[in-house]
């Protein structure tokens, strides 16, 4: 698939038939993960790949519901995990990312640690790999993170950063409308 075809073309998909999704397929889509770029390629990015259905019921548990202004609703990501065979939590090494070369935790520019954008390159190689093999997934960033760590053991010094469940698309995602160019660039000068 070509590189415009599936960035355009991926989709959020939230319903997932209980079509299994074979390891071959995983390990393309963590292959992706790991040839993402990063901050003197120092790839804090950690991949925990979760198939056990128990763990993965306790996942679903993690999910925040979304406060909208007169309501709150379930995350409109919770369905997916009632049939998506995997879910992969990209987790991140903290002060790694944007720190001075050679000097963990003391970092180069004002924004401090990148890992957030890091490993966020990585779900992005990992959705669109995912995309261009068929199956679907959607980003998670809304969930309790601590709650997360302490369910897959994640050691200190390690965040969870997001999850994504993987399997077959049990429908096609809707495209949420963009802003236009016009609206997002700015020339020479803002
Ligand atoms: C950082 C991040 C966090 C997200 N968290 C959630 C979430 O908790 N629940 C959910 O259903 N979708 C979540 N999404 C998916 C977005 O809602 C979705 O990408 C956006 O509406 C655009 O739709 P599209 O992915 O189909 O293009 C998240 C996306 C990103 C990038």
């Not at 889509?29 to 198939?51: K, M, Y």
């Not at 093999?133 to 200190?156: M, R, S, Y």
């Given at each position: 698939m070509d590189v415009f075809e599936a960035i355009k073309g991926r989709r959020s998909i939230r319903r997932f038939t209980t079509d299994p999704v074979d390891d071959a397929k995983i390990e393309a889509i963590l292959e992706a993960g790991r040839w993402a770029p990063s901050w003197a390629n120092t790839q804090c990015w950690r991949f925990v790949v979760v198939r056990d259905p128990e763990i993965r019921s306790q996942l679903a548990k993690t999910l925040y519901s979304i406060k909208l202004p007169d309501r709150e609703v379930p995350n409109?990501?919770?369905?997916?995990?009632?049939?998506?065979?995997v879910v992969i939590v990209v987790c991140a090494e903290t002060?790694?990312?944007?720190?001075?070369h050679g000097a963990?935790?003391?970092?180069?520019?004002?924004?401090?640690?990148?890992f957030m954008f890091d490993t966020a390159l990585a779900v992005e190689n990992m959705v669109l790999a995912a995309h261009a093999l068929g199956l679907g997934t959607v980003i998670i960033g809304a969930f309790d993170a601590p709650k997360t760590e302490q369910i897959l053991n994640v050691p200190q010094g390690f965040r969870a950063v997001a999850m994504f469940p993987v399997g077959v698309p049990a429908r096609e995602g809707k495209a949420p409308p963009r802003k236009e160019l016009s609206e997002l660039v700015i020339r020479d000068r803002w």
């Amino acid at each position: 698939m070509d590189v415009f075809e599936a960035i355009k073309g991926r989709r959020s998909i939230r319903r997932f038939t209980t079509d299994p999704v074979d390891d071959a397929k995983i390990e393309a889509i963590l292959e992706a993960g790991r040839w993402a770029p990063s901050w003197a390629n120092t790839q804090c990015w950690r991949f925990v790949v979760v198939r056990d259905p128990e763990i993965r019921s306790q996942l679903a548990k993690t999910l925040y519901s979304i406060k909208l202004p007169d309501r709150e609703v379930p995350n409109p990501a919770a369905p997916a995990f009632d049939t998506a065979p995997v879910v992969i939590v990209v987790c991140a090494e903290t002060g790694k990312a944007g720190a001075e070369h050679g000097a963990p935790g003391k970092y180069a520019t004002d924004k401090g640690d990148w890992f957030m954008f890091d490993t966020a390159l990585a779900v992005e190689n990992m959705v669109l790999a995912a995309h261009a093999l068929g199956l679907g997934t959607v980003i998670i960033g809304a969930f309790d993170a601590p709650k997360t760590e302490q369910i897959l053991n994640v050691p200190q010094g390690f965040r969870a950063v997001a999850m994504f469940p993987v399997g077959v698309p049990a429908r096609e995602g809707k495209a949420p409308p963009r802003k236009e160019l016009s609206e997002l660039v700015i020339r020479d000068r803002w």
